[in-house]
């Protein structure tokens, strides 16, 4: 199973002289390249069945390690190339925990593109099995959690709130949770855009579609963003969906 990327390597197990001279023959460059073999004591293979028999694990199992899926992978190829969807199924099956937690800053980075999935002659759904191996490292308090669950817990709750979300208020409360300093109106305690600690990022992501758009659709959002609207009889409707929710086990 195991195909290895020399980018996967521990640079201190790669042996290579840059001059090699044996019985005459130069063998200098890549011909000379060793890689020193490793032990490894250290695996769980309880996690590797964790992953396997999770809804959407299963097909981790299909996976034959062709590479296919990091080839197509833009956050490999462009941002970083530790994140490797091959990688990480071939070290879940291997039960190798610590080699995955090494790479744990990089894991979420997906963006769910699903490019790995369509390349992929196996069958694997690569997300979704990734998915699956990060929240069994989750379960044992190897991983924090999933990022972006903590964004779709606010998001939840604007809408359990409102019945509704305002994107401004949705956005700036965001950022507010992210600890920047967003300014508020103080009768309303609304978030004021634009005047606090707004990342310049945000700025250059927001201003340009702004400058597009239609004044009386801004208006529209800024009186929103004041004066936020709920949706007719929400609040006994709130309580019927929450508590749905809980009993689903949607809301934590
Ligand atoms: S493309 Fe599919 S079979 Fe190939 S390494 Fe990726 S998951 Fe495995
Ligand atoms: S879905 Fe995730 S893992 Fe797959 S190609 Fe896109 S970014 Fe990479």
């Not at 817990?153 to 949705?170: A, C, N, P, Q």
């Amino acid at each position: 199973m195991a195909i290895h990327e020399r980018s996967l390597v521990e640079p201190e197990r790669i042996l290579r002289k840059e001059r090699l001279v044996i019985d005459g023959v130069d063998v200098s460059g890549d011909w000379n390249l060793i890689i020193l073999p490793r032990v490894i004591n250290d695996y769980d293979l309880d996690f590797a069945k964790d992953v396997m028999n999770s809804p959407d694990g299963k097909t981790i199992t299909q996976c034959y390690q062709c590479s296919y899926c990091t080839a197509s992978c833009p956050v490999h190829n462009y941002w970083d190339e530790r994140y490797n969807p091959r990688h990480f199924i071939y070290l879940a099956r291997l039960g190798m925990i610590d080699e995955l937690q090494k790479r744990a800053d990089v894991m979420w980075r997906c963006v769910s593109c699903h490019k790995c999935t369509h390349r992929c002659p196996k069958g694997v759904l690569v997300e979704e099995v990734l998915k699956a191996i990060l929240r069994a490292m989750a379960k044992k308090g190897l991983v924090e959690e999933y990022p972006s669950k903590k964004f779709d817990k606010f998001f939840t709750e604007s809408v359990l709130e409102y019945g509704r979300i305002e994107d401004g208020e949705l956005l700036f409360g965001w950022i507010e949770k992210q600890g920047y300093r967003v300014f508020k109106d103080p009768i309303l305690k609304k978030p004021i855009p634009f005047i606090g600690e707004t990342p310049e990022w945000l700025k250059q992501l927001t201003v340009k579609p702004l400058k597009s758009m239609n004044i009386g659709f801004l208006v529209l959002n800024a009186k929103h963003m004041l004066f936020h609207p709920r949706t007719k009889n929400w609040s006994k409707f709130k309580q019927v969906l929450r508590k749905v929710m809980q009993e689903e086990g949607a809301l934590h």
